[in-house]
């Protein structure tokens, strides 16, 4: 048996490929307690579902909260969420979660309500209530998350956009080149397999295999296994000539993917957030170049494309503002 309290406190959670985070959410959006930790996906879906467990209940106990104190738990996880199921379907940055009843695990854990949202969705929803989209009249809205992989949420009409099952929302694996590079999905050419983290990465990797000269190696500590998108971006940052024409790649095709965007859903706003966006005007200028090159007039004269307020944060608070969402009446899909 679960129960939902009508509380000014939810549990939300934030799962990704690298990361997660297990937060305590006021419904105005204060963090009342948080902890971070490595997802450590390739250990296998069993090993992160039980350190996510022992995170929430952790968490739970350190502040003393009682489940009538709770409007919820709310998990805003990486993949294709099937939300009216509870299920994550997929997930091609988490392997191992293949059908697993994520909601119903952590209900009967807990014994509180739990909602599964994907987590690009959960992002659009937390800027849209609070960060970017909440200082203005904006009604249309398209998140984008860069980092590991690469997924988007959508606010039409002041609604969070979630399909017929929750799935809605998928920006990452719209098929930006047809030969590309095969992506985590099983796909070719996907966004996300030539702009995300792990793409950045993979091509800085091959670069160095091929002998281009670079610092890149150096700044990863000699290792060519741990060069990582954060490392090309230091690199690039310094003038590193191969790493700043890695990075020009991936903003390219993230232009070609934005522009599309642009012209499907005309938004006011398009906001880009995750990991990929701390490195700025690196990879955002030379993106929002090639997006204004290929939009149409209208959609483009329209739109602001502008940096999440919340880089680490927006998919926890999303997570939260969908609880109490629930209790309002709930989100419009």
Not at 5 to 31: E, P
Not at 150 to 167: A, E, F, N, T, V
Request: charged fraction near 20%.
């Amino acid at each position: 048996m679960t129960c939902s309290g009508k509380g000014d406190l939810a549990v939300a959670v934030d799962l990704g490929g690298t990361k997660m985070s297990v937060a305590l959410v006021r419904s105005d959006g204060r963090i009342v307690s948080q902890r971070r930790c490595l997802t450590n996906s390739d250990e296998g879906a069993k090993a992160v579902l039980g350190r996510l467990l022992l995170i929430i209940s952790d968490m739970l106990s350190r502040v003393k909260s009682t489940k009538s104190e709770l409007a919820g738990i709310a998990v805003a996880c990486a993949g294709v969420i099937d939300m009216n199921k509870g299920i994550v379907t997929e997930s091609p940055n988490l392997p191992g979660f293949s059908r697993i009843r994520l909601r119903d695990i952590i209900a009967h854990e807990f014994g509180v309500t739990c909602y599964v949202i994907n987590d690009a969705s959960a992002a659009a929803l937390g800027e849209y209530e609070f960060g970017a989209g909440a200082r203005g009249r904006v009604e249309n809205l398209i998140y984008l998350t860069v980092s590991t992989g690469i997924g988007g949420g959508m606010i039409i009409r002041g609604q969070l956009y979630l399909g017929s099952d929750g799935s809605a929302g998928e920006i990452g694996h719209m098929i930006i080149k047809a030969d590309g590079p095969l992506c985590k999905c099983g796909r070719r050419g996907c966004l996300e397999s030539l702009a995300a983290g792990w793409a950045v990465a993979r091509d800085a990797v091959e670069c160095l295999k091929k002998g281009e000269e670079s610092s890149i190696l150096q700044l990863a500590g000699g290792k060519i296994e741990h060069v990582t998108a954060a490392v090309v971006s230091a690199a690039a940052k310094q003038g590193d000539i191969l790493a700043q024409k890695v990075i020009r790649s991936a903003a390219g095709y993230l232009g070609i993917g934005l522009a599309n965007i642009i012209n499907v859903f005309n938004p006011q706003l398009v906001v880009i957030g995750g990991g990929l966006a701390k490195m700025g005007n690196l990879l955002l200028e030379p993106a929002c170049k090639v997006a204004e090159a290929l939009a149409f007039s209208l959609p483009g004269k329209s739109v602001r494309v502008v940096r999440a307020r919340f880089i680490a944060n927006a998919g926890i608070l999303g997570a939260a503002a969908y609880v109490f969402s629930q209790l309002r009446g709930g989100v419009k899909g």
